[in-house]
């Protein structure tokens, strides 16, 4: 059993993304947005999802006109082993 409690996020120059999860019956979207003169942002979004892998599904889209670079996301993850007995 896998329980994906939440994932974090790495990006570069990103001016606003937004990140979407569902899960049981459960929506929940952010906006992020890089709130600098500049316009752009690097750095790191930690964002929970709370589910069981297999039924796992989130988005991470980029609505605005500007490019967005993200390098990665590393979850954090509870594996539960089942034992049988025979």
Same mark, same amino acid.
């Given at each position: 059993? %896998? #329980?994906?409690? =939440?994932?974090?996020?790495?990006?570069?120059?990103?001016?606003?993304?937004? %990140?979407? &999860?569902?899960?049981? =019956?459960?929506?929940?979207?952010?906006?992020?947005?890089?709130?600098?003169t500049t316009g752009v942002e690097s750095g790191e979004?930690? #964002? =929970?999802?709370?589910?069981?892998?297999?039924?796992?599904?989130?988005?991470i889209t980029n609505e605005t006109p500007w490019n967005?670079? #993200?390098? =990665? &996301?590393?979850?954090?993850?509870?594996?539960?082993? %089942?034992?049988?007995?025979?």
């Amino acid at each position: 059993n %896998v #329980f994906v409690r =939440g994932a974090r996020l790495t990006y570069t120059k990103a001016n606003e993304y937004t %990140v979407s &999860v569902s899960h049981s =019956g459960t929506d929940y979207t952010e906006t992020i947005s890089a709130g600098t003169t500049t316009g752009v942002e690097s750095g790191e979004k930690y #964002f =929970g999802i709370c589910h069981h892998m297999p039924d796992l599904e989130y988005t991470i889209t980029n609505e605005t006109p500007w490019n967005a670079l #993200f390098q =990665g &996301v590393m979850y954090d993850l509870n594996i539960q082993e %089942v034992m049988r007995s025979g």
